[in-house]
């Protein structure tokens, strides 16, 4: 890696279910101006913005910047599904480290409709929704949304391989209820027993209703910066990037006929392992990780395509608590995708937001103790997924 980046401001809205948000230019404008006070710098040192969404038109990013500032600054939109935030992320933090920009924003928005992710991966002509078809039809198993059906099928397969209980992704949405419970802007605030999400309807085996994310409409905002524009503006211990990586899909997304590998495992320990290589830092560093939980199926997969649990032992860490407050790691103390909710093109910044306030011991009711080291898990099938790493000296 070039120079070190530092996070020195961030910013989100409260998520909203779909009709009861701004449009997504207002909700962007208040992300990125809670995220410029948060800083302390100003806009006009702002030198690049990487605007990340996914449903809208071609220059959404403008329309959402220029909310804040007409400064003739470069606007680049992203798109990348799930990861669409993190890829923003992800840019903004290249230009900096490359020493192409001395401050950036990088901001997420998704203003959503009901059904948008079902629609989204129940497309016959995409490959991966195509591929997930054929090997449902295979099993027997036909007729269910498209994004449900990969994250199903993997945690089905993953049920075959190792006998896991189905209380046991269950367990892993109501760890999320009760974490969303502290969040004042996470979706939902209600919390349910396993006993609950069990009984709730089903979508596709293993997978109840309270174990899919909802569409969600919301943004986040963050400013990115080098050590000397820090120490120029007077930003001492600021939160910084220990290690970043993006990966695509391998060629056993596809030839190893494994659901659990269509659905990203094998880019997340890659990129898992790309990070830890660069930081220095592994899984018993970090005290608490926002990753990926669209269905709880894929957040049990990604314990163990993070290292945070060996193949096949996600459900012993699951029962022994190693996932909350008390245990090893807090995983998605904000809620997560599951409670917290996941407009696209948001959830990677919004990640970001979370783990900055937790470095910084500003997270509330929901602070994990002594938090120094922090793990995010941004993916999109497609396929792209980012994993980041920071840290507060």
């Given at each position: ?65 220029y909310e804040v500032g ?80 990969m994250f199903g099928g ?240």
């Open positions: 890696m070039g120079r070190r980046v530092n996070v020195i401001g961030v910013g989100m809205v409260k998520f909203q279910k779909p009709g009861a948000s701004d449009d997504y230019n207002v909700m962007a404008a208040k992300a990125i101006r809670e995220a410029m006070k948060d800083s302390g710098v100003k806009f006009e040192d702002v030198e690049q913005a990487y605007a990340g969404y996914v449903y809208g038109d071609s220059t959404c990013g403008q329309r959402a910047v007409l400064t003739g600054i470069p606007v680049v939109n992203v798109n990348n599904n799930c990861s669409t935030g993190s890829t923003a992320l992800f840019l903004a933090r290249q230009a900096v480290e490359g020493g192409l920009a001395e401050c950036v924003l990088a901001v997420g928005f998704e203003q959503m409709q009901k059904g948008a992710l079902v629609a989204q991966w129940n497309d016959r002509t995409n490959p991966l929704d195509r591929h997930a078809n054929v090997m449902n039809e295979e099993q027997g198993v036909t007729g269910a949304p498209g994004a449900a059906q993997a945690g089905r397969e993953y049920r075959w391989k190792y006998g896991t209980k189905r209380e046991t992704f269950a367990k892993v949405a109501e760890k999320a209820r009760k974490h969303a419970a502290k969040n004042p802007y996470a979706l939902f605030q209600e919390t349910y027993s396993v006993d609950e999400i069990l009984a709730s309807p089903e979508v596709f085996d293993p997978l109840t209703r309270y174990q899919c994310c909802p569409p969600t409409c919301g943004a986040a905002a963050a400013i990115l910066c080098s050590d000397e524009f820090a120490k120029k503006h007077g930003i001492a211990n600021p939160v910084w990037v220990a290690g970043q990586a993006m990966t695509t899909d391998y060629s056993s997304s596809f030839d190893a006929h494994s659901m659990i590998k269509m659905v990203g495992f094998d880019m997340t320990k890659a990129a898992a392992d790309k990070v830890y290589a660069q930081s220095g830092l592994g899984p018993k560093d970090v005290q608490v990780v926002e990753l990926h939980d669209c269905f709880t199926t894929n957040e049990v997969l990604t314990y163990e395509g993070l290292g945070l649990a060996n193949e096949g032992e996600a459900e012993k860490m699951i029962w022994d608590g190693d996932n909350t407050f008390g245990g090893k790691w807090v995983t998605n103390p904000s809620g997560g995708l599951l409670s917290k909710g996941h407009p696209l093109g948001a959830t990677g910044l919004a990640q970001c937001t979370e783990l900055v306030w937790q470095l910084r011991g500003t997270a509330g009711d929901r602070q994990v103790p002594n938090a120094k080291v922090a793990l995010q898990h941004n993916l999109g099938l497609g396929g792209a997924c980012v994993v980041t790493m920071y840290r507060r000296d």
